[in-house]
C-alpha cells in the first residue's frame, strides 16, 4: 500500500538472511540462487552463503550465512 512501512536489511549488514528453498538442504551446504527468487544447494553461479537451518522440502524457509 502507498505509504506503508517496510523493513529491509542491507546485503552488507552483519548476521544472517532468510530464504525460502527449492528443494531439501542439508546444514553445512553452499547454497545458490535458483529459479523464482529461491535458493538451492545445485552449483549455479556464484555461491551466496551456507545453510544454516535445514530444509525438508520445496518452500521451507531457511536461514543462511550470506558470503
Known amino acids: 500500500a502507498s505509504g ?7 546485503k552488507n ?3 544472517t538472511r532468510k ?5 531439501a538442504i ?3 551446504t553452499t547454497i545458490y ?3 523464482s527468487g ?3 544447494d545445485a552449483a549455479s553461479g556464484t555461491a ?3 545453510c544454516l537451518k535445514a530444509s525438508a522440502a520445496d518452500g521451507d524457509i531457511i536461514e543462511f550465512a550470506y558470503s
Open 4 to 10: 506503508g512501512s517496510l523493513a529491509v536489511q542491507l
Open 13 to 15: 549488514a552483519p548476521g
Open 19 to 23: 530464504a525460502m528453498a527449492s528443494k
Open 26 to 28: 542439508t546444514v553445512g
Open 33 to 35: 540462487a535458483a529459479a
Open 38 to 40: 529461491k535458493v538451492s
Open 48 to 50: 551466496i552463503g551456507v
